[in-house]
């Protein structure tokens, strides 16, 4: 009979070697849940729910738009079961976007029109907040200013130095002969403007880049700025012209508008009540909705 050669090395213990394991079968962790459960009255808000709603609301860290998307979805289940306690029958309707309600959004459309009574704004009202934010109802201001451009792009230090450099001659040049910034502006600006003297017509606030708008507001009216203005397009040689402060707007022109505000803002302010009502008489875990940490209403 035939011996079957075995090496001597590959064998421990009387047991014959082998690389082969055993696959691992077993089961790996359920993963922890993103936040502790979260329920309203006993129906529980899920995590996908959370999550998908998290994307509505940005904020500083994933941690804050969690919070809020929790926020929200607590106060929608709130309003959704009220509705539903009181039975109310609605038909959805499409909104601004031509979009069809949900059901659910529909209910509380209505629950709110029918419990949530707020006030029109009356005359003295309206002139009353008239009176106490002129700043709010008047006409913007308007400057009137010319600029040269010398470009160059923010990485390019080499330009930027030149540009700066030529910036200053042009502004030491303009401050003893003003006379000749649009034959400067045609000659050296970048800027489309420079076929027209360099002009810009007529600027409200938030019409151009920061840094030339801060240096506008320092100006006075026939002054040429003695330092080049910075900005990421390169430097700008100012001329300012004109300013033209804003007016106080006439009452009867914004009359609608301020009392569109006013009830807006009053809306605002009863839906959050009635909502802290809702909140008080309900059992509510997993997140407080105290209305000293932020708005109930979105």
């Known amino acids: ?41 006993g129906i529980a808000i899920s995590e996908t729910e959370l999550l998908a709603e998290a994307q509505n609301h940005p904020a ?24 539903r306690r009181l039975e109310l029958a609605v038909l959805p309707e499409n909104d601004a976007d031509g979009r069809l309600e949900t059901e659910r959004d529909a209910a509380i459309r209505a629950l709110i029109d029918r419990q949530v009574d707020v006030p029109t704004a009356g005359e003295e009202e309206c002139r ?4 106490q934010n002129p700043e709010k109802l008047s006409s913007e201001p308007l400057i ?35 006379q000749e910034f649009a034959a400067l502006a045609k000659q050296h600006s970048a800027c489309p403007s420079r076929e027209h003297g360099g002009n810009l017509g007529q600027l409200t606030r938030g019409s151009t880049v920061p840094e030339f708008e801060r240096a506008i507001e320092a100006m006075k009216e026939g002054e040429i700025s003695t330092v080049p203005v910075e900005s990421r397009f390169g430097f ?63």
């Open 144 to 178: 009137e200013a010319r600029h040269i451009l010398l470009a160059s792009v923010p990485g390019d230090k080499t330009a930027r130095i030149k540009s700066k450099a030529l910036a200053r001659q042009l502004s030491n040049h303009l401050s003893d002969q003003p």
């Open 236 to 298: 700008h040689v100012i001329a300012l012209d004109r300013k033209v402060p804003g007016e106080k707007l006439p009452f009867d022109l914004v009359r609608e508008r301020i009392a569109v505000w006013l009830e807006a803002a009053a809306w605002s302010k009863a839906v959050s009540q009635y909502i802290a009502i809702l909140a008080g008489a309900a059992e509510i875990k997993g997140i407080s909705l105290n209305t000293g940490d932020g708005p109930l209403v979105q």
């Open 60 to 83: 500083d860290n994933p941690g804050g738009a969690l919070a809020e998307a929790a926020r929200a979805l607590v106060v929608r289940e709130l309003l959704w079961q009220e509705a």
């Open 1 to 41: 009979m035939a011996t079957l050669y075995q090496n001597p090395s590959l064998q421990i213990d009387g047991e014959s070697y082998s690389t082969y394991q055993e696959p691992d079968r077993s089961v790996p962790p359920k993963a922890k849940p993103v936040t502790k459960e979260i329920s309203v009255n």
């Open 128 to 131: 009353r907040y008239y009176d």
